[in-house]
């Protein structure tokens, strides 16, 4: 028995309890290795004449046998001497594929120049990915043939004080092959807290494979069982049912070539669509899909689809977000939340790299600098693609909206405005003058001469948005307003506060036109003008002529009386009441003085229990145009208190409902409504 050449039972104890997390990950290390083995040989093939071998002779094997709770994997690899076996399975963190790397890298430059070095694909990193095996196994068996030996070697340990190394006889194990490793595991009994039988499955070892190791550049060969309908007897009647047999086929298991590594002339759109399907478990085709490729300091490749439709859980706590990360073809984070940002959480696809720093568990990464790298092209790349979509295929864009842009407007307001340069462009909004989505450019562009701001009104449904009464005034005066209905709407805006709006300079009509304006056109398409964003229900809508804001400060002071009667009527559920210098068809509207909107309100309202309840100060202004008006003075006129404050209750709970919001008391509310009606 030798001794493992560190204190092996404190370092195999905590690779075994600490380093990894997930006992499923040893046939991904224990494949990644065998891949490494027989990466070294191909690499020695290439680098040294004498070294002869086809692509044929490389592969990798998996194999169970349940009667003896053991699972084999096999490589065709380089091999390993005694010697090989004692430094590298009896130094814990010891890395032969680390060590191989530096001197390929070398050699690489010093004996092929011509040809790029293969050790790109080397994945081993650290030394103690093999031990992750004493997680399931209670004894492992290493048999190993280096390449040109006449003799095998086998390494045994149970993974707690040591290990023994001697000759035997490689047939035992590797068979036919005269260079390669075998190395079996004998799984632990199954207990209550583990149930370690469960890997001695066909389906269970398949989807392992598939899950960490389908795209090893070789071939992982498994036998699989299959069924097959046996040969029709030929004395069989008219009543024979065909019968079927089960047989088993060497299959190979894994895809190998990543289709992200592919060139899109060898990849059809359908083939992009199955991998999709296949890889995010969703049943509908993508809406899009996009690769990129990078190289240089970082080299890596990505490859992005856009949902079609959004999943259901896609806006809630449960939910998770983050792209398949691989280095060098092997699955380390099967959801990398570094890789986006929160506003595209949408997104599936996959990053691979080879320059990733990795932890010595492969689960997690040493340095985020590498993926913030990487996040940040990927979110250019994310961003160019939805304005392409957005320009070029605007149906497509409008469908995509309604599922995902309310994702964009929360970028936004969670980045405190910081991210409106680059998503307020991808932002649509109903418009109600024109009846469709429209971007704030696309607003911008049709706005009146002199126009300054971008009106907006916020509410739970665009036809009550629609049929309010300051949006139809709105509407009148010749500005459009934009209907926004989601929650996050109003956050939205505020977060935004202006839109940076460009210009674009107008068509020349003649040749003389063109000439003589060209150079004016050029200065107004340069000139960028900032555009407020104004909610028509705020108080300090300045869209009255000059003549109707003198009538109406005439008829205030004319009714001030009126107004503080009304006002204390109604106590504290408005700030003041005054009399409107728009003309509507209402008698009463409401609207919001101060940093809290009224559709701020309603959605802080609608919050969970518990979350402190933030009011607008809200306003009502009368229409003194209206029949009701005069209703109020005659009221005011004859000192009737009651009559004065029924009405003022009666119109703030009426303009309440007409913005979308509940009233205080609706028992009262109908009481007072019984009560003008005796």
Partial sequence: MRKFKTESKKLLDLMINSIYTNR???????????????????????????????????????????????????????GMSAADLDKNLGTIAHSGSEEFRATAAKEGDDAKKDEPADESEIIGQFGVGFYSAFMVAKRVLVVSRAFGADEANVWESDGLEGYTIGPTNANALLGARSHGTDVTLYLRDDSPEADYGQYLSEWKLRDLVKQYSNYVRYPIKMLVTKSRE???????????????????????????????????????????????????????????????????????DALLFLPSKAPFDLYSRDYEKGLQLYSRGVLIQEKCADLLPDYYNFVHGVVDSP?????????????????????????????????????????????????FGRGLKYGIYASYGAKKDELAGLLLFWSAKLGKWVTLDEYAEAMKDGQKEIY???????????????????????FDVLLCTQDVDEFCMQAMHEFEWQPKPSEPQTQDDSSKAAEGEQKKADEKRSLQFK???????????????????????????????????????????????????????????????????????????????VGAQRVLELNASHPVFEKLKSAQAAGNADRISLMSHLLLDQALI?????????????????????
């Avoid at 093939?45 to 084999?72: A, N, Q």
């Fill in 24 to 78: 499923d990950i040893f046939l991904r290390e224990l494949v990644s290795n065998a891949s490494d083995a027989v990466d070294k040989l191909h690499f020695a093939s290439l680098t040294d004449p004498s070294v002869k071998l086809g692509d044929e002779e490389l592969e990798i094997r998996v194999s169970f046998d349940k009667d003896k709770r053991s699972i084999t994997v096999s490589d065709s690899g380089i």
């Fill in 230 to 300: 046996k040969p029709k007897p030929k004395d069989a009647g008219k009543d024979y049912k065909p019968e079927y047999e089960d047989y088993t086929e060497l299959e190979t298991i894994n895809s190998m070539t990543p289709i992200w590594r592919k060139r899109s002339s060898e990849v059809k759109q359908e083939d992009y669509d199955e991998f999709y399907e296949q890889t995010f478990h969703d049943y509908t085709k993508p809406l899009r899909s996009f690769s990129l490729h990078a190289e240089g300091t970082l080299t890596y």
């Fill in 355 to 403: 320059d990733i720093s990795l932890n010595i568990s492969r689960e997690t990464l040493q340095q985020t600098r590498q993926l913030q790298a990487m996040s940040r092209r990927i979110e250019k790349k994310i961003t160019g693609e939805l304005a392409s979509m957005r320009d070029d295929a605007r149906k497509d864009y409008e469908g995509f909206f309604e599922n």
């Fill in 456 to 478: 907006y009104a916020a509410g739970d449904d665009r036809e009550r948005l629609e049929k309010m009464p300051v949006v139809k005034s709105v509407l009148e005066k010749g």
């Fill in 535 to 613: 909610n028509v229900a705020s108080g300090d809508l300045d869209l009255a002529s000059d003549d109707e804001k003198k009538q109406a400060e005439k008829t205030a002071d004319a009714n001030k009386d009126l107004l503080d009667a009304m006002k204390k009527a109604l106590g504290d559920e408005v700030s003041k009441v005054a009399v409107s210098p728009l003309t509507t068809e209402a008698p009463a509207v409401i609207s919001s003085e101060g940093p809290v909107s009224l559709e701020m309100e309603r959605v802080l309202s609608e919050g969970p229990e518990g979350t402190p309840q």
């Fill in 658 to 678: 007409m913005a979308g919001l509940s009233v205080k008391d609706p028992v009262a509310f109908a009481q007072n409504v019984c009560k003008l009606m005796e």
